[in-house]
């Protein structure tokens, strides 16, 4: 084995030091002699806009250039070489030396993979802080769900219902560990024969994130500045003292209890005249700004000359925090510091060899108050308004038995958390063309590492006194009850620390070339990723894969791929699995019949695979013990013994599950590339899915295993549309993409159902089940005629749902299937508009047909000792039982109200004005003057406005105890 690998380490070496030059020389000298010019040009899209990012290759020989942000390039190159552009999403262009200067149009393409792209330099005026969240609607396929949890503000992704993976340059990693400053573009990979490389992580999909690279010209210096402020959405509207006290009484007198509070009382906090006796605050305004700052600064730095090009990138952004400023000198509240930075560099050591070094990192420290942001905004939702006074008359924290948290004290009384985390992100490529074998053939290889590192300093404390005023009527004064205890900062410092590594490479060859009308790019590479998590064992993943695609006279494509990938999770002898893909695409357009109609591009494709999905954890073929001193118990005593417990089964026959992908679709291009359209439909059929049992056996005195026997299958259309035309000076842009699913349990071990409703196999995934409402018992003679429910009291104003099988009781076998039967319909659309210097755009974002589950403690009244909200007004009385749309109060939960079902479901379809910009870039003859190339100021706007029949709800977050926010925000781009 020793041999084999020093055998393939000294061809390696020879082929990356094998120069073809000399070799040329040896041969008598051929091809060793040439008359370069500088060749200088600019390349445009169809639309005539400058294209950046463009690279210029010299066929067949070493000569690179990349064009700036105005679509100029220059390069070196002999009369009669050919050039070639290449551009993501648009069609390779060649283009022979017949003189000094070529200037090129590009035309967007529609390869047979099912791709989207939104370039970066789209996003770049959001005003939100991590690029997930500038992804809502720009890339079809790809929904995502905003949330800021713990002050993490960042949105998740799902990809035709499952979760993609994220790569970076190659690597998988955290999308928003970059800042938008580095990013060139983002693209979602959909299509079998992309996806089957990544082998048993293939079935999700997959982000593809590309950074910068430099340009061959001169130094290009680029800066940028925004501030923003920030409000927060749909805060929940809690009843004030006077009226809680009102639905109080009432749902105490429902409940068959006494008056909680008297008349005086109910005066008392109408009137306000004694605060502290008859306290009425508004949480909410007193811990929450109205609104807060997010500011970003970010500068660019890129050029480069023939043999080596740079990209350097610096950015800080920082956001202030929700929270109210206190008293201290040092912060509690929850704000946020960034710094990025970046720089990739791609050198040329000669016109055969050339290497790529990219180094990145983050340093983020993220503060929030010693008692924790959720708790907070947790406690914030639970506590009335007459709770207690934040102060007393002593200037003392006020609180009582129930009450034993003041929120000003654990706002500001609890010290604070400081997360400090650091990433860095190290890429090294090389490419070593090997002409002297064929043309066309190369040796690639990279390497990848990734460091996430944080840690957390905690300088608080927990306890802290509060003081409930006792007034004594004999004698006519006021002392203090004493809740808890203050706590020392002295002994509460602690320190945390986590981190994750993650290193991957891989090498291979390539080979692209073109022959006449035909044109080969196909791939040999092996691949090794493996990543730790702290202290757990080390998870990964090694293997080949190849690809190979083909077109004809960009007419007739075909592509094919297979990775043959294993990991150590699984037995030895099933470590391994194929995973094919095939794809296959026709351009009409291109075909005689067609050559002078509307179609620009008229392509069909289609494409199949079977894609992997690795869910096992550490070695769970193997079964598990564990160690306990009362593991057996002997004796009339039954005492216990020392020994060894099981802990958990062990499955041999653990596999990776797996899914088997049809996609089908068209792509078009209409009147000289001015209307596009993309229709693609999309079946999944997924199996060996890992599930446990339902059905468990007492005997065995454990949980089942995972095994792998759940099938799904699920299937949908994405449509996109877009609009380009230039009327004289004005520029217009419509995009809109719209997509839909369907899916189905085709099979999950379920425990056996009584009745055939009741089945969650044949049931969309993910299917909510529930009881039907019909409506709300209106007198004691309906309640009376109607079936007994759960065993409850029933009163006029309690839900009453349906007897589903007839019986004539309401239990556990009426629950049923309720919602809506079809996944939701997410759609978006936007425009863009430049006339002369001023541009303009905007993104509209929505959903259709989605169900909304109004329920738990946010939504229910008088949960844990918690507050009402304005909705609860309108609860059933008997005066206005016609009109109620929410049942009779209770205090706590109501057994037969608080329940599943089709009473709290609510429409949630929305229509959202997510961004809105408007920038205006200064006349070249002014910014001349200042020794500038570009200067643009914008304004923008984030989450404008919202349509939407959901009531003090936000339609994205829900019952998220982070509010989102909309933002206004408005910066200034400067080009040197």
């Not at 009432?250 to 509070?261: F, H, L």
């Not at 026959?653 to 797996?658: L, M, V």
């Not at 809105?916 to 200067?935: D, E, I, K």
């Amino acid at each position: 084995m020793k041999k084999i690998y020093a055998t393939i380490f000294i061809i390696t070496v020879s082929l990356l030091t094998y120069n073809e030059v000399s070799a040329a020389s040896f041969n008598g000298g051929a091809g060793n002699h040439y008359h370069l010019k500088l060749i200088k040009g600019q390349v445009k899209n169809q639309y005539g806009l400058p294209l950046e990012g463009v690279q210029i290759n010299v066929k067949g020989k070493a000569g690179k250039a990349t064009t700036d942000a105005r679509g100029y390039y220059s390069l070196e190159a002999d009369i009669n070489d050919v050039l070639t552009y290449e551009l993501s999403g648009y069609d390779t262009q060649e283009q022979q030396v017949r003189g000094n200067s070529i200037d090129v149009f590009m035309q967007e393409n529609g390869k047979e993979r099912s791709v989207n792209q939104v370039k970066a330099e789209a996003l770049y005026d959001i005003p939100v802080p991590n690029v997930s969240n500038t992804l809502t609607g720009r890339l079809n396929g790809l929904i995502t769900t905003p949330s800021i949890f713990t002050g993490t503000d960042r949105s998740s992704f799902l990809l035709r219902g499952r979760t993609p993976v994220v790569m970076v340059d190659g690597a998988v990693r955290d999308i928003d560990g970059l800042s938008l400053n580095e990013i060139e573009s983002i693209t979602v990979v959909k299509d079998a024969v992309s996806l089957a490389t990544m082998g048993m992580r293939s079935s999700d999909g997959i982000v593809m994130v590309r950074t910068k690279n430099g340009t061959a010209s001169k130094p290009i210096i680029s800066f940028s500045a925004q501030t923003a402020l920030q409000e927060s959405l749909q805060l929940p509207k809690y009843l004030d003292a006077y009226q809680y006290a009102l639905l109080a009484n009432e749902a105490s007198a429902n409940d068959g209890r006494p008056q909680i509070y008297s008349a005086s009382d109910l005066e008392g906090y109408k009137n306000g005249a004694d605060p502290y006796k008859y306290p009425n605050v508004n949480w909410y305004g007193e811990t929450l700004k109205p609104s807060y700052s997010f500011n970003r600064f970010n500068l660019n730095v890129s050029g480069g000359g023939k043999s080596a090009r740079y990209f350097i990138a610096l950015e800080n952004q920082n956001q202030g925090g929700i929270f109210k400023e206190g008293p201290n000198n040092f912060n509690t509240n929850n704000t946020t510091n960034r710094y990025n930075f970046r720089s990739n560099v791609d050198v040329d050591i000669d016109k055969n060899l050339s290497i790529t070094l990219r180094l990145a990192g983050k340093y983020e420290q993220a503060n929030s108050p010693g008692a924790g942001i959720d708790d907070i905004l947790d406690q914030i939702r639970q506590t009335p308004a007459n709770a207690y006074p934040i102060f007393n008359k002593d200037g003392s924290l006020s609180g009582n038995s129930l009450y034993t948290k003041n929120l000003y004290g654990q706002l500001y009384n609890t010290g604070y958390m400081r997360d400090n985390r650091r990433n860095l992100l190290v890429d090294a490529d090389l490419n070593r063309k090997l002409n002297f074998i064929t043309s066309g053939l190369s040796l690639a290889g990279s390497i990848h590492y990734t460091s996430y590192y944080n840690n957390t300093v905690l300088r608080n404390r927990t306890n802290f006194a509060v003081f409930q005023p006792v007034y004594d009527p004999a004698t006519q004064t006021e002392s203090y009850l004493q809740f808890g205890t203050n706590g020392s900062y002295d002994k509460s410092n602690s320190y945390g620390n986590s981190f994750t590594r993650r290193l991957n490479y891989d090498a291979g060859l390539k080979y692209n070339r073109s022959f006449s009308k035909h044109h080969i790019d196909a791939a040999l590479r092996y691949t090794w990723d493996q990543y730790d998590i702290g202290i757990t064992l080390t998870h990964a993943y090694q293997g080949m894969d190849a690809s190979l695609s083909y077109d004809y006279d960009q007419k007739i494509f075909a592509g094919v791929s297979v990775s043959y990938q294993g990991t150590e999770q699984y037995p030895k002898d099933k470590k391994y699995g194929a995973f094919p893909a095939l794809s296959v695409g026709y351009d009409l357009s291109k075909e005689a019949f067609l050559k002078n109609s509307m179609f620009d591009q008229l392509k069909l494709k289609a494409s199949a695979g079977l894609l992997g999905f690795d869910r096992a954890f550490n070695f769970a073929y193997q079964p598990y013990y564990s160690t306990s001193s009362n593991a057996y118990y002997f004796g009339s005593t039954a005492t216990g013994m020392a020994g060894w417990n099981e802990s958990a089964l062990g499955n041999p026959a653990i596999t990776w599950e797996k899914t088997k992908v049809f996609n089908i679709g068209v792509d078009a291009r209409m009147w000289k590339n001015s209307l596009g359209l993309s229709l693609e439909y999309f079946r999944q059929h997924r199996y060996d899915v890992l599930q446990q049992r339902g059905l468990s056996n007492p005997l065995l005195g454990t949980s089942y295993p995972l095994e792998n026997i759940g099938v799904y299958n699920t299937s949908g259309l994405e449509l996109g549309l877009d609009y380009h035309k230039k009327i004289g000076q004005l520029e217009l842009s419509l995009n809109g993409n719209l997509q839909f699913s369907s899916s189905k349990v085709v099979y999950t071990d379920e425990l056996p159902r009584k009745y055939a409703y009741q089945q969650r196999t044949g049931q969309q995934i993910g299917q909510s089940f529930g009881l039907v409402a019909a409506g709300l018992f209106q007198s004691q003679q309906e309640i009376d005629n109607s079936p007994a429910q759960f065993s409850s009291t029933l009163q006029p104003g309690d839900i009453r749902y349906v007897d589903q099988n007839g019986d004539g009781v309401i239990n556990e076998d009426d629950v049923t299937a309720i919602g809506k039967k079809g996944a939701p319909v997410y759609y978006s659309a936007s425009a863009g508009l430049r006339y002369q210097h001023f541009d303009f755009s905007a993104l509209l974002q929505g959903v259709s047909g989605r169900d909304v589950y109004f329920t738990g403690n946010n939504a229910w009244e008088f949960q844990n000792n918690g507050s009402v909200q304005q909705y609860h007004l309108n609860r059933w009385t008997p005066s206005n039982a016609a009109t109620a749309d929410y049942p009779r109060l209770s205090f706590g939960t109501n057994t037969n109200n608080h329940r599943t079902s089709t009473y709290w479901i609510r429409n949630g379809n929305y229509l959202r004005l997510k961004n809105v910009q408007l920038g205006y870039t200064l006349p070249s003859s002014v910014t001349r003057r200042a020794s500038l190339s570009n200067v643009r100021i914008f304004a923008s706007a984030f989450n404008l406005f919202t349509v939407t029949k959901l009531k003090d709800l936000d339609p994205e977050s829900l019952f998220n105890n982070y509010p989102l926010y909309k933002s206004y925000n408005i910066g200034l781009t400067a080009k040197f």
